[in-house]
């Protein structure tokens, strides 16, 4: 049979074959261990019961009560947990709590005796309080503290009204946490699973001296593995932990992360010379070698949609309605995904809510279609030149495009370098960073544009609807619509279905007609895994890539 069709066939399995539901982003390091240090464990390894795999970039920290990204979540989702976890069927299932209740006023958690801290002390309810108070006080500053706002006075806490005594939850003894809500939240066990849910230890936390999470010696867990090692820069490694109240379901003793780079062809040389257990994000050159090889395929639709973030400072270029129009009329997303990065799993994006959202008794986006934007160069133009003589400008400035240094980030932002020219006569300066300095790029402003993806961070629509709010520190291009945020309002506090989507609708409306974003693609997920490596969980909600009830098989 001939590669072409070798090729075909094996496209036509992958296409075929049911995504898995997954997420997580990627992470990104720049370097690795010496190749003797790799080859002495290897991709698997049956006699110590252990794998070795690669990380895109370094994890920011590990702080959950400050964490931002998936990067870290990734690594946080196997060394913690908190008081519920999703399992093997992605659904919500018992964690540090054995059960719980949620009511329309709030939610009890009755927790388990035997959850232990990674020091063998146990998990209390005290530790829950500690690390949500310090989430929403204003002095952590996290990025994610919105996601409490559900708890009583946590908003207004946040917004330094009040002191972070003032939380609604509290211990009832060591083993019951009481929460009430500022509003119903149906959805609250979803929340739970986040990590900026997890627990701290107070004790431990004041310890470290502002240096909790910086290092595996600043850290303490009580999840299924421990950080035993992070040479920045270099490498990770992590241990199963005795203490963990389920560790005879965790089959793996060791995942060490001896390569930590995000260039794809490097990690496909690695898999094939047996020194690690997957590649996850395959690109389209990563696609063919994999072709080539004649490596089984497989595939999972991550659950985050893609899109150009603008900044809507003052001062800024993109802050005129115009400027933007004349980007969102240009834009030609079926072009990115099938000319551009050439990803078979990815798909066209055409709003901020990704295509597998639930609306009321179908999916949102048919229930609540998004206004369509049709490309149209003459139009963009025609824009481009009332964005002109509203800032009084001669030519424009360049405007500056921010993104990652991994190889899809280049080749998008290198398309769209040329694309604004060609079409706007716009110059473009690339603002390439590695992820850690992209992010604080991104939430001190300085971009006109970057590109950027959002994941789901629990099950609900909300969960890319608040996004935009004024509110949201993750509205990196500072956003402000008093329309908008009424319509959040609405979507976060109504218990009627009915008006909880048609809110949803009209935040998507909003959002496209004022041209806060540009969507461009749904990612899916091509990776190849090590035949010997079984039990991996792919999800959209959750921990990404999921090593916790891994196994190996030999001779499968």
Same mark, same amino acid.
């Given at each position: 049979?001939?590669?072409?069709?070798?090729?075909?066939?094996?496209?036509?399995?992958?296409?075929?074959?049911?995504?898995?539901?997954?997420?997580?982003?990627?992470?990104?390091?720049?370097?690795?261990?010496?190749?003797?240090?790799?080859? $002495?464990?290897?991709?698997?390894?049956?006699?110590?019961? =252990?794998?070795?795999?690669?990380?895109?970039? /370094?994890?920011?920290?590990?702080?959950?009560?400050?964490? #931002?990204?998936?990067?870290?979540?990734?690594?946080?989702? @196997?060394?913690?947990?908190?008081?519920? #976890?999703?399992?093997?069927?992605?659904?919500? =299932?018992?964690?540090?709590?054995?059960?719980?209740?949620?009511?329309?006023?709030?939610?009890?958690?009755?927790? *388990?005796?035997?959850?232990?801290?990674?020091?063998?002390?146990?998990?209390?309810?005290?530790?829950? %309080?500690?690390?949500?108070?310090?989430?929403?006080?204003?002095?952590?500053?996290?990025?994610?503290?919105?996601?409490?706002?559900?708890?009583?006075?946590?908003?207004?806490?946040?917004?330094?009204?009040?002191?972070?005594?003032?939380?609604?939850?509290?211990?009832?003894?060591?083993?019951?946490?009481?929460?009430?809500?500022?509003?119903?939240?149906? +959805?609250?066990?979803?929340?739970?699973?986040?990590?900026?849910?997890?627990?701290?230890?107070?004790?431990?936390?004041?310890?470290?001296?502002?240096?909790?999470?910086?290092?595996?010696?600043?850290?303490?867990?009580?999840?299924?593995?421990?950080?035993?090692?992070?040479?920045?820069?270099?490498?990770?490694?992590?241990?199963?932990?005795?203490?963990?109240?389920?560790?005879?379901?965790?089959?793996?003793?060791?995942?060490?992360?001896?390569?930590?780079?995000?260039?794809?062809?490097?990690?496909?040389?690695?898999? !094939?010379?047996?020194?690690?257990?997957?590649?996850?994000?395959?690109?389209?050159?990563?696609?063919?070698?994999?072709?080539?090889?004649?490596?089984?395929?497989?595939?999972?639709? &991550?659950?985050? %949609?893609?899109?150009?973030?603008?900044?809507?400072?003052?001062?800024?270029?993109?802050?005129?309605?115009?400027?933007?129009?004349?980007?969102?009329?240009?834009?030609?997303?079926?072009? %990115?995904?099938?000319?551009?990065?050439?990803?078979?799993?990815?798909?066209?994006?055409?709003?901020?809510?990704?295509?597998?959202?639930?609306?009321?008794?179908?999916?949102?986006?048919?229930? +609540?279609?998004?206004?369509?934007?049709?490309?149209?160069?003459?139009?963009?133009?025609?824009?481009?030149?009332?964005?002109? #003589?509203?800032?009084?400008?001669? !030519?424009?400035?360049?405007?500056?495009?921010?993104?990652?240094?991994?190889?899809? =980030?280049?080749?998008?932002? /290198?398309?769209?370098?040329? @694309?604004?020219?060609?079409?706007?006569?716009?110059?473009?300066?690339?603002?390439?960073?590695?992820?850690?300095?992209?992010?604080?790029?991104?939430?001190?402003?300085?971009? &006109?544009?970057?590109?950027?993806?959002?994941?789901?961070?629990?099950?609900?629509?909300?969960?890319?609807?608040?996004?935009?709010?004024?509110?949201?520190?993750?509205?990196?291009?500072?956003?402000?619509?008093?329309?908008?945020? $009424?319509?959040? !309002?609405?979507?976060?506090?109504?218990?009627?279905?009915?008006? *909880?989507?048609?809110?949803?609708?009209?935040?998507?409306?909003?959002?496209?007609?004022?041209?806060?974003?540009?969507?461009?693609?749904?990612?899916?997920?091509?990776?190849?895994? @090590?035949?010997?490596?079984?039990?991996?969980? @792919?999800?959209?909600?959750?921990?990404?890539?999921? +090593?916790?009830? $891994?196994?190996?098989?030999?001779?499968?």
């Amino acid at each position: 049979m001939s590669r072409a069709a070798v090729r075909q066939l094996v496209w036509l399995g992958v296409l075929g074959a049911a995504a898995l539901v997954g997420l997580m982003g990627a992470l990104a390091w720049a370097a690795s261990l010496t190749r003797s240090d790799a080859e $002495a464990f290897g991709a698997v390894d049956f006699e110590r019961n =252990a794998i070795s795999i690669r990380l895109r970039q /370094e994890p920011p920290q590990l702080d959950s009560t400050r964490t #931002r990204d998936t990067e870290s979540g990734k690594i946080l989702g @196997h060394i913690k947990e908190g008081l519920l #976890r999703y399992d093997a069927r992605n659904e919500v =299932a018992p964690g540090v709590a054995e059960r719980w209740e949620i009511r329309p006023d709030g939610a009890t958690f009755w927790l *388990r005796e035997d959850a232990r801290w990674s020091d063998g002390r146990p998990v209390t309810a005290h530790d829950f %309080v500690f690390a949500w108070r310090t989430v929403v006080d204003p002095a952590t500053a996290a990025d994610y503290a919105f996601l409490l706002y559900v708890v009583e006075n946590a908003e207004a806490i946040n917004n330094g009204e009040l002191p972070p005594a003032a939380l609604g939850v509290r211990a009832v003894g060591d083993r019951v946490l009481e929460v009430r809500f500022a509003r119903p939240a149906p +959805y609250f066990d979803k929340l739970v699973v986040f990590p900026t849910y997890f627990p701290v230890r107070e004790d431990f936390y004041r310890s470290r001296q502002g240096r909790y999470g910086a290092d595996a010696w600043e850290l303490l867990s009580n999840g299924p593995f421990v950080l035993t090692r992070w040479v920045h820069g270099a490498s990770m490694r992590l241990e199963k932990n005795p203490f963990y109240w389920d560790r005879d379901a965790v089959k793996l003793e060791v995942i060490e992360i001896p390569y930590i780079t995000p260039d794809t062809k490097a990690a496909l040389n690695l898999y !094939r010379d047996g020194e690690i257990a997957d590649v996850l994000q395959l690109d389209a050159e990563a696609l063919e070698q994999a072709l080539d090889q004649r490596w089984p395929l497989a595939r999972f639709a &991550d659950g985050s %949609v893609w899109f150009l973030m603008l900044n809507h400072r003052p001062g800024r270029l993109t802050a005129n309605y115009h400027f933007r129009k004349a980007l969102q009329l240009v834009n030609d997303p079926g072009e %990115v995904v099938n000319k551009v990065l050439k990803i078979p799993s990815y798909s066209v994006a055409d709003s901020l809510f990704p295509s597998w959202l639930r609306g009321e008794h179908d999916l949102l986006k048919r229930e +609540y279609p998004p206004p369509p934007v049709q490309r149209d160069d003459a139009a963009a133009r025609e824009h481009l030149e009332m964005a002109r #003589r509203e800032l009084g400008l001669d !030519r424009f400035p360049p405007i500056v495009l921010l993104s990652d240094d991994t190889p899809g =980030a280049v080749t998008w932002g /290198e398309y769209l370098q040329s @694309h604004w020219r060609s079409t706007l006569g716009l110059d473009v300066i690339l603002d390439r960073q590695i992820f850690k300095l992209r992010l604080e790029k991104a939430e001190q402003g300085d971009f &006109d544009v970057v590109l950027y993806g959002w994941g789901p961070d629990y099950d609900d629509p909300l969960t890319f609807g608040d996004l935009f709010a004024s509110w949201n520190l993750n509205n990196h291009g500072r956003y402000v619509n008093p329309e908008l945020d $009424a319509q959040i !309002r609405i979507a976060q506090m109504s218990v009627d279905p009915r008006e *909880r989507m048609a809110a949803f609708g009209e935040i998507q409306r909003i959002i496209l007609e004022d041209v806060v974003i540009i969507p461009t693609y749904e990612r899916g997920q091509m990776y190849i895994q @090590h035949p010997s490596l079984k039990g991996v969980v @792919h999800r959209a909600i959750g921990t990404e890539v999921d +090593y916790t009830r $891994a196994y190996l098989v030999r001779d499968p």
